[in-house]
């Protein structure tokens, strides 16, 4: 059963970039790896989506080893309103959230 | 077009009662999710149905239920509730199976049980 781990918190500021790594150590060979971001009181909002290397988007932008036994979502520029809770998915016999990561950007 | 619509927002209930939370999917989409949010346990996979049946289901003791009706509205009901169900319900909907990409969640309802 694959399990997601990711950091609990980070903080970071205004303009920086910012990298919020999940392990998926065990990984299925058909599992994608999705990237949900959530404001309080909301349901999550998908961000990015990828399987291996790198998948950029509007947002975001998702490196994945060739082992994909992790992957990182990069977040560029960041502002205020990126402060949020940022989930690792992926998709097993059941859908797995990781606990998430509460991102707090600091003026 | 519209998005997951969650009905009711907000429900206050008594311990040992029942309730019934409904979610609307967007147009076209068959596969309806269900998830609980509390802070101390994160987002927790409840139940997933497609097509009228049940396709997967989460660690949850049997007093969770859903049901998707043939319009791919889902209801779930939660009987004899207890303080710990106190949580956010969150459901998401997207057109098939394994399309994660594709989930959209609903704003949730909030159920504080008393």
């Known amino acids: 059963l694959a399990k997601t781990t990711q950091p609990i918190s980070m903080d970071s500021y205004e303009g920086q970039e910012v990298n919020i790594t999940c392990s998926h150590n065990?990984?299925?060979?058909?599992?994608?790896i999705t990237w949900y971001q959530q404001f309080p009181s909301q349901g999550p909002r998908f961000i990015i989506q990828?399987?291996?290397t790198k998948v950029t988007n509007e947002v975001a932008s998702l490196f994945i080893p060739a082992d994909r036994k992790s992957s990182t979502l990069s977040l560029p520029r960041v502002s205020l309103s990126d402060t949020a809770v940022y989930y690792c998915?992926?998709?097993?016999?059941?859908?797995?959230f990781g606990k998430g990561t509460r991102l707090h950007i600091l003026p | 077009k519209a998005g997951v619509t969650q009905t009711p927002r907000y429900l206050i209930k008594t311990r040992g009662q029942q309730v019934t939370l409904s979610c609307s999917p967007i147009?076209?989409?068959?596969?309806v999710s269900w998830y609980q949010q509390t802070p101390g346990q994160g987002l927790q996979f409840l139940f997933e149905y497609f097509s009228e049946t049940q396709r997967n289901k989460g660690n949850f003791p049997g007093r969770f239920s859903g049901r998707q009706f043939s319009n791919s509205r889902s209801e779930m009901n939660v009987s004899t509730l207890e303080l710990g169900d106190s949580a956010l319900y969150l459901c998401a909907s997207s057109l098939a199976l394994d399309r994660i990409g594709d989930y959209t969640f609903g704003s949730g309802t909030r159920l504080t049980v008393v």
């Open positions: 990828g399987y291996k």
């Open positions: 998915l992926l998709r097993d016999d059941k859908i797995i």
């Open positions: 065990n990984i299925a060979t058909n599992d994608y």
């Open positions: 147009s076209g989409h068959r596969s």
